[in-house]
């Protein structure tokens, strides 16, 4: 008779994998008391053999189960001092992970895009390097116009110079499509100072829009939800003063209500001064002229601003020359990250 | 522009204070910065009276005094001012007041003996810079009162005037607005009676009547030109200007309060007639202002026999300047074309108050009253008797009418008005409004040459009743269109992909030092912010090392910058380009312990390159590198150029250490630069993919490892193997490049079966063979 428990004990005594390996042979192998009876099975009348061969067949099953289950448990113990003898040192954390940056400027763009966009502005560019007539004579300063003097210009020769405004670029989208038209431009500008608080280079935003009933109503309108979808506050105190450029009339300079207190800018009606922040007037009807578009027919304003103002009053950037230097420290602090996109649908930066 | 409550109380009754009119200037389109009132700031100030001065027991110029100021008792205070004396009313501050520089006074001892307080010197309030003495007021000040009233203290304004409006740079016509815009009443200008007892002899030559449309002098004999004259010195210092002598300040006075810019030539010092004409290149000016100018031909010039005595409009000359001892004058007063004035003073880099408002255009209808008023005033203060005017031309001026429909200002503006409200507020503006058919005729004032068109009107009426009046109307989107063009997406998508690889997004300058430019010249600026920016850059790389270099000293060991910008080959708009470009030097990591210790390879740069590309749907398959002709800046065995077809589309590999040497980097620095104007952006023309075949079989790996004489040719041994086409070959991998040799894993397999032995054994075999062609030996295969 074959002893199923002691089969089963020599199974469960194996401490190693080997040694469960050994008890296998014993209990099933070719030479083992099992095997044995199993060939004697043969010989045995058949209601007999039925009878001895499901006896021995409840043992042999027994036995594997056992050796399965003995054998995951021993696995397991093997693998388990294999790790415990190779710990990873979780405290530690990569040191090196390159981070890549977007400069705030970049960023401000990709916001600005984002703000027009939903009131149907589409981008338009322009050169850098521009002819004086882009610049200046088709926006209404005639050569030696006094207004010429407040956009100290950098010359290249007779009839060359670098933009002093994007505005160039309304005169180019005028005089390839006409009117109506709905655009943003944004490019660099240069003017020829350099101090605390000025650049030789810096970058404007400007828009343009021409139809045959845009008011100067719609022109605050459109600033107001700009600068409210910009700062991301519903409260905008805004004051339109009269200025004048040459290209727009009437024209006016836009001051909201604010204090800047450790650089953070709070926007609403207790602010404590009046902070300038944008350029803007209606077109004037000479300048629609001037690229073949019919003032008696068309109207609409335009505005422009500075980008780096923007990006410093909202994220609190001090110091303007800082944007051009290069310095990856700075850069890594006031950058953004590649992932953060800023999209209206998810809030455009108080993430 | 800097003008004082008192001056413009002179044209304006008000009862409005200085900051309600500084305000309102603001509101009305004359930008006020500041408004200065120093008697804001001696609140704490009062009257004070000696009632007692003793000797300082321990000094000879110091006095002891008891100072009374109001209920409490007389205190004692130690002072060494020479003018101290028994019953002077001062200004006493007591001790925990702060004076306007900020200090804040205490009880101290002043050599033993104990002082409460200070009587004060006019520079000690801020007020001017007499500190001669302490300030001595009337006898019949109030002690204890306030000592701010009794200072006569002015306001001083300061603001800034917009090129359309050169009647703002004259107090009187700032008045004017005010009062137009409902802040008082204009008291107007009295005109004198002017009695000439001569005809002078002097005779006007006017050869440029082109510039010098109209211009009159009158001479005035017998004058006293010495000492000064207490109200023009009051109203200079008021606006800080110089005080000079009587008639020079009178013609300062003139300039400042009513736009009328004037020249006093002393009279003695000019030879025979007056000569205007047209300057010769070259000609040379002594000017009042101790320089000596080279004029530029056709510069107007006021001459008499001895040479040019003035630069018409824009400053006088230092041989007929008035001077103490001035007997005869010769007033000028005149209208010159305003682009001749601007670009006379433009091209000789001159600025005076007179060519600022000449340029701009002064009231061409008050060149004669101007003269009047000037010479009653000279008559009034220097004495002398004045001869018949000399004139030379007439007004300019000649009015005009504008047809204006009052429907175009509620069009353009968005708020209602009528056409009688219209009429008001342009009356008001000094504008003669007549009904026409359906229109306002209106005839603006001389001194308003900026209002020429209905647009003007337009915003005359609206800045009149205020921007704050204006509704507000949203702009709502027409369209579902894209805001960006594709190149204009790509440029913004590409600088997220660099950034994500580890590069850092820089802005630098445009311009560059041709000194260290990369690339052919640039184009020069003819007035440069600095000599090291003195030309448009060709190549944004050196901008990069400049920006290297600042953070190698600054201990950033490791770095990847990146910059997607214009760089400028010419002036036309094509030769504009825009760039990507970036460079990295520096281990990677910095020392990192988990990151090899590798510092950076070309192949780093090449990655950045090739995922620009692929932001700009360039299939990168099927670009080209080329070594031909590289530039000298480059390290000529570590670089190529990148084609796409015929097209050059950038330049990737190290720079040359020559050449970072020139930016002080010792650093091995690679680099790429992308044309990113060179690339045509195909956009998908469908947002469907074509479906997606993936086999269901089982692929296989096989290795093999070869030498290479050349080892610069290992990427094309793999473009090769991909180029076969074998349907079998499913991908290509250099797993492994050591000196000349690569080691090269094949994924072999198939969309149909599960392949046998000898088929995968027929591909890599295959594949070794095309890579033999390029020159490999077999070191190797494992499998």
Known sequence: ?351 | MKFTLSALKRYLKTTYSAQELGDALTMLGLEIEDVIDPAAKLGEVVVGEIVAVEKHPDSDHMKVLKVAFGDASPVQVVCAAPNVKLGLKGAFAKPGTTLPDGTKLKTVKVRGVESNGMMCSERELGISDEHKGIIELDKSAKVGAPVAPYLNLDVLFVGEITANRPDYLGVQGIARDLAAGGYGEFKGVKMPTIKAKFKSTIKIINEASDVARHFTLREIRGVNNSGSNAELVAYLNGIGAKVISPLVDMTNFMCNDMCRPMHAFDADKIKGDIVLRHAKAGEKFAALDGVEYVLNAGDVVICDDAGIQSLAGVIGGALSACDANTKNVLLESAWFEPAHIRKTARMLGINTDSKFRFERGVDAEFVVPGSDIATSIVLDICGGECGELIESGKSVYKPYTIDFDPAYFVSRIGVEMNANEMKTLLERLYCKVEAGKGVLVITPPSWRADIVAKEDITEELARIIGYDKLPSEPVMPTDFKPVLTAPQRKKSDARRVLASMGYIECYTWSFENSKTAFVGKGVKLLNPIIEELDVMRTSIIPNLLVACRANITKSVRALSLFEIGPVFFGVKPEEQKVYASGVSYGVAGDGAWEIPNIGVKVQDAKAAAWAVLETYNVNVGNLKLSVEKLPDWVNPYASAWIYQGPVRLGLFGEVHPMSVKKFDVKEKVVFFELDLSAIVVKEAKSTAKKALVISEYPSSERDFSMEFADSAKMGEVKAAIVALKNPLITNVKIFDVYKGSMGIRLEIGSMDKTLTDDEINSAVAAAMEAAKKLGGKLRSEFS
């Not at chain 1, 696995?75 to 990873?88: D, G, Q, R, T, Y």
């Not at chain 1, 505005?167 to 240069?190: C, F, H, L, W």
Request: charged share 25%.
């Open chain 1, 1 to 351: 008779m074959i002893d199923k428990n002691k089969l089963l004990a020599a199974i469960e005594a194996a401490g190693t994998l080997k040694d469960l390996e050994a008890a296998r042979v014993a209990a099933l192998g070719k030479s083992s008391e099992l095997a044995a009876a199993l060939k004697t099975l043969g010989a045995m009348p058949e209601v007999e053999r039925k009878a001895r061969g499901a006896e021995l067949n409840v043992i042999r099953e027994a036995v594997e189960a056992a050796i399965e289950a003995r054998k995951s448990s021993l696995e397991s113990v093997e693998i388990n001092a294999k790790l415990a003898a190779n710990p990873a040192d979780v405290s530690l954390s990569y040191e090196g992970a390159r981070r890549g940056k977007i400069h705030p400027l970049s960023q401000v763009q990709d916001e600005l895009v984002q703000i027009f966009g939903r009131m149907g502005f589409k981008m338009a560019e322009g050169p850098d390097i521009e002819d004086d007539w882009h610049n200046f004579g088709a926006l209404n300063f005639t050569p030696e116009h006094p207004a010429r003097d407040s956009q100290a210009t950098f010359f290249i020769d007779a009839d060359h110079l670098l933009r002093t405004q994007t505005s160039d670029v309304q005169i180019r989208a005028m005089e390839e499509n006409g009117a109506p038209i709905k655009i943003i431009t944004m490019g660099r500008v240069y003017r020829c100072d350099w101090d605390a608080t000025h650049c030789p280079m810096f970058h404007q935003i400007e828009g343009l829009y021409i139809g045959e009933k845009v008011s100067m109503a719609n022109l605050k309108g459109c600033l107001e939800d700009f600068l409210k979808a910009f700062f991301e506050t519903d409260d905008v105190p805004m004051k339109l003063r009269p200025h004048y450029f040459p290209f727009t009339e009437p024209s006016v300079e836009v001051d909201i209500r604010c204090t800047i207190e450790n650089g953070e800018l709070k926007i609403g009606p207790n602010g404590k001064r009046w902070l300038e922040i944008l350029g803007a007037g209606m077109v004037h009807p000479q300048v629609l002229r001037n690229v073949g578009v019919d003032p008696e027919k068309y109207q609409g304003f335009a505005f422009g601003t500075g980008i780096e103002r923007l990006a410093m009053l909202k994220y609190g950037i001090p110091d303007m020359r800082k944007m051009f230097e290069g310095d990856a420290r700075w850069l890594s602090y006031y950058g953004f990250d590649a992932g953060d996109v800023p999209t209206l649908a998810a809030g455009l930066s108080r993430r």
